[in-house]
């Protein structure tokens, strides 16, 4: 059984969450660049480029968004778009939840602010640090620190690239929200509890593109995905008590 490192100082546990999370940003820095690539090509300008990746810095609801996109600001969906961000980052009240022992009762308004480096990844990497007796808010900012960099550095080289790349379909690009989202369902998997929300959020969003023009699809796919989740989680949860 491994022991927890113990750390000498934060400047030690945030070098340790950065060297964890490095696979990560590696493959963060894949699809950064696909996504600077994508954002110049749906008409997104530098400045724009900078304040999304920079503000958000949500690579799923940023593909989404890119997805939604018109290069006509008169049309631009700003509602389905907010929605659409809310729904595939909903998840991390849960996450950001099970982080609350890093931070003491006065270290509460600083750990809010700090949520804003959480990624799947290094989330993911304090959460087994923390299993195994260490992880720490440092060990937590490193890999998120370390990822943000990536992500953003990627989306700048990305958009740059996009310059020299008239058509991102011959280069099969576009198909990089379909990979983006199927590289997340895999790391969600949990096991077959989780086949009914999906079926459901998959027929939905089917039927919602056969019948409404637009982007609705993928608005009703997550609302009515979520809401068959929270369905079985309430109806296995009367079944144990």
């Known amino acids: 059984m491994s022991q927890a490192v113990p750390f000498d100082s934060p ?22 660049l696909v996504w600077g690539v994508l954002a110049r090509g749906t008409g997104l300008s530098l400045l724009e480029v900078l304040m999304m990746s920079g503000l958000v810095f949500a690579g799923a609801a940023q593909f989404v968004a890119l997805d939604l996109w018109t290069t006509n600001p008169a049309s631009l969906p700003i509602g389905p778009l907010v929605l659409a961000a809310f729904i595939v980052n909903l998840r991390y009240l849960l996450l950001t939840a099970t982080l609350r022992p890093l931070y003491s009762e006065g270290q509460l308004g600083r750990g809010a602010l700090s949520m804003y480096l959480v990624t799947d990844e290094n989330w993911a990497m304090t959460v087994a640090a923390m299993a195994r007796g260490g992880g720490s808010a440092a060990f937590l900012m490193g890999g998120g620190v370390l990822a943000w960099v990536s992500w953003m550095s990627t989306n700048l080289i990305g958009y740059g690239l996009g310059s020299t790349i008239d058509d991102p379909t011959r280069w099969g690009l576009d198909f990089a929200f379909t990979a983006t989202f199927l590289a997340l369902l895999l790391g969600m998997w949990k096991g077959k509890g989780d086949l009914v929300p999906w079926l459901v959020a998959g027929l939905a969003a089917i039927v919602t593109a056969q019948h409404i023009e637009g982007n609705w699809h993928i608005l009703v796919g997550g609302i009515v995905g979520s809401l068959a989740g929270a369905i079985v989680e309430m109806r296995k949860h009367a079944h144990v008590s």
């Open 11 to 32: 400047a030690d546990q945030f070098f340790a969450g950065a060297r964890a999370c490095l696979p990560v940003a590696i493959s963060v820095a894949a699809y950064g």
